[in-house]
């Protein structure tokens, strides 16, 4: 998958909607998850699932940090190069991740963490250099409005399905979720359809109209297969 992955990291998280749309899906944008920092470079992992439910307060306590069920031990069971991807519910007033965890997640590899919820410690996290994928930050820790239950399992965050293995795909546009068995299908013809933009945008940049041009007539398809041939 790794060849995929290359190929997955020059198509645009907006090309790859476009592409899971041909297959029906619509739900792959991950809605909350944008970049703590903007500019970075353009990630791709697969999903390390994390579930918070609910607060239940005789289980959400300072004192389940250290239990066998914990974020604590989650991070410890992160493959390298995976990207955490953590259902917090889309709670914002309850940060799921503070600076020491996610400096452990990336003396780990860690790629990158996407949650539908927020983290604490800002300056810490930043100083930890892991790209991070939020609704934002708040002071309070996790327990104060989640409760951790478990990892590497199917989860729900942002409105979209996530399952172990599926790929997650994340740039200044957000973070999409892509089904492990469509990432193929993604990266062909998502490097095509970049393809085809790139020629797009030259063509407009020089005055020519959008209708015919975007999507293409035959004479467009024509012209771009023209353009393809001479730049191979």
Known sequence: MSAAFD???RVTTATITTM??????RHCWIKGALPLIEGGQRLVGPAFTLRFVPVRE???TPESWGKPISTRAAIE???EGC?????AMGVTTAGIFGDILVMRMARRNVTALVTDGVIRDKAGCLKANMPIFCQGTAAPASVNGLTFVGWNEPIA???CAIFPGDVIVADD????????DLVDFVASEGEEHERYETWVVSEVERGVPLPGLYPPNDEAKARYAAWKAGKT
């Open 7 to 9: 190929v997955l990291r």
């Open 20 to 25: 899971l749309l041909k297959k029906g899906i």
């Open 58 to 60: 005789d289980l959400a």
């Open 77 to 79: 069971a992160m493959p």
């Open 83 to 87: 990207i955490a991807v953590a259902d």
């Open 157 to 159: 965050c942002g409105g």
């Open 173 to 180: 546009d957000g973070a999409v979720v892509i089904p492990k």
